[in-house]
């Protein structure tokens, strides 16, 4: 079965700064996508950045990017000049299925607190 | 605006009752989806439809159950069987082709 690891709970940055969350992943497909969610504390996931298992480059979505390290089986997101709306829960994720019915496997997730 | 709505966003019933959880969505989207997520945990989930009239146990289906009789529209219904119902609530679409699910704004549910 797919798994996804993330081992930070909590992470702070400081306001203007760069911060990488980390995620791992556990899979036996060849085809995955990996995804990125911010949850800020009312409560919605909102998506970030998708990276396919087959895309040779790493994903990056203005402030976001995402490190793929594939034989790492890593995924993890970074972002850029950090504001003070960042702050939330951040929920690495991996998709089951290739078409179809693909269903999402979600990490525990990691509080993002951005400081002035 | 094109989206998802849930409502409530907070819902509080007493314990033997079912209760019904509305999502709809007007994004044109095929696939739908209902997961649940307790405090510290990532989602897990419920169930999941492709198409209309048709829908598929998640991984925690146990208590729970679901109709696709529109493609906007996904209702969840909680019932007094589920042993520990009291969540967060999130539903979920997908456009066919694409891979992002896009999620609403969740509904809280408390059952005493």
């Known amino acids: 079965a797919q798994k996804i690891t993330q081992t930070q709970p909590g992470m702070f940055v400081q306001e203007k700064e760069a911060v990488t969350l980390d995620c791992t992943y556990d899979?036996?497909?060849?085809?995955?996508?990996l995804f990125w969610y911010k949850q800020p504390s009312s409560g919605e996931m909102i998506f970030l950045i998708y990276?396919?298992?087959?895309?040779?480059q790493n994903a990056t979505e203005g402030r976001y990017s995402l490190n793929f390290q594939k034989a790492r089986k890593s995924a993890n997101l970074v972002i850029s000049a950090s504001q003070l709306g960042d702050s939330a829960m951040y929920f690495c994720?991996?998709?089951?299925?290739?078409?179809?019915?693909?269903?999402?496997?979600f990490g525990t997730g990691t509080r993002l607190l951005v400081s002035p | 605006d094109g989206g998802i709505t849930q409502s409530p966003k907070y819902l509080f019933r007493k314990e033997g009752q079912n209760v019904t959880l509305s999502c709809e969505q007007n994004?044109?989207?095929?696939?739908m989806y209902w997961y649940r997520q307790d405090p510290g945990q990532g989602l897990r989930l419920i169930y999941y439809?492709?198409?209309?009239?048709?829908?598929q146990k998640g991984d925690i289906a146990e208590g729970y159950s679901v109709s696709r009789e529109k493609k906007e529209s996904f209702p969840l219904t909680v019932t007094s069987a589920q042993k520990n119902p009291t969540a967060f609530y999130l539903c979920?679409?997908?456009?066919?082709?694409?891979?992002?699910?896009?999620f609403g704004p969740g509904t809280r549910l408390t059952v005493t």
């Open positions: 899979t036996s497909d060849q085809s995955y996508g």
């Open positions: 979920a679409s997908r456009e066919g082709g694409r891979s992002e699910q896009y």
């Open positions: 994720a991996m998709r089951e299925g290739d078409t179809g019915f693909q269903k999402l496997v």
């Open positions: 439809s492709q198409i209309v009239n048709d829908f």
């Open positions: 990276q396919g298992s087959y895309d040779e």
């Open positions: 994004l044109n989207h095929d696939a």
